[in-house]
């Protein structure tokens, strides 16, 4: 009962900003370990089989085996992740359009994905950061293969260090969830 009452008492802007906040740590951390992302997206979707699921793309498939790989040996929010290859190779067309347009009448156990959204700011900030690193390696070789740590997030300069759970959870807005997912070239991962 007490559960209830926090959660009825988080504004919206409260939802929306823990959202934003693990989107980013999943997408930075797994970025960094794995390689490039094309596309990451989180199920918002209430049935068991896509509730809270992240959907990575990345633009290598070896990017991609190798997060497959090292996620299933971790944990997050204390579950085990479970990443796996997905037969997806095109988000778009496993999206629910009558969702996009809000009208789906099957709401949350529908069977095309509902994508939860993160904020402008943040879609910004990854891009921007996407397009920096792509600069930077492009001017020099010299930060090829050199690890990088994460540095504070200029959207919210208190935080910093540390990287997300690298899958799973999420969800709608705080809520559980089980797996997530991958990808990666011609095949998709699901993590």
């Known amino acids: 009962m007490e559960f209830n009452n926090v959660v009825s008492n988080v504004t919206d802007e409260e939802m929306q900003e823990h959202y934003d906040n693990f989107f980013e740590d999943v997408f930075v951390e797994c970025e960094d370990k794995y390689g490039e992302i094309e596309e990451m997206n989180v199920c918002d979707n209430l049935g068991d089989h896509?509730?809270?699921?992240?959907?990575?793309?990345f633009r290598r498939e070896e990017h991609?085996?190798?997060?497959?790989?090292?996620?299933?040996n971790r944990w997050f929010g204390g579950r085990p992740v479970y990443a796996e290859l997905s037969p997806v190779t095109d988000f778009r067309e496993a999206c629910c359009r009558q969702y996009e347009?809000?009208?789906?009448?099957?709401?949350?156990?529908?069977?095309?994905?509902?994508?939860?959204?993160?904020?402008?700011?943040?879609?910004?900030?990854?891009?921007?950061?996407?397009?920096?690193?792509?600069?930077?390696?492009?001017?020099?070789?010299?930060?090829?293969?050199?690890?990088?740590?994460?540095?504070?997030?200029?959207?919210?300069?208190?935080?910093?260090?540390?990287?997300?759970?690298?899958?799973?959870?999420?969800?709608?807005?705080?809520?559980?969830?089980?797996?997530g997912g991958g990808g990666g070239g011609r095949r998709d991962r699901r993590y």
């Open 50 to 57: 896509l509730v809270g699921n992240v959907y990575i793309k």
């Open 64 to 72: 991609a085996e190798a997060a497959v790989n090292d996620l299933n």
């Open 101 to 179: 347009m809000g009208e789906c009448t099957r709401s949350g156990f529908c069977n095309f994905m509902h994508l939860k959204p993160i904020s402008r700011e943040l879609r910004k900030y990854l891009y921007s950061r996407r397009s920096r690193r792509h600069r930077s390696r492009s001017r020099s070789r010299d930060h090829v293969g050199t690890r990088r740590t994460r540095s504070p997030s200029p959207r919210h300069g208190h935080r910093g260090g540390g990287g997300g759970g690298g899958g799973g959870g999420g969800g709608g807005g705080g809520g559980g969830g089980g797996g």
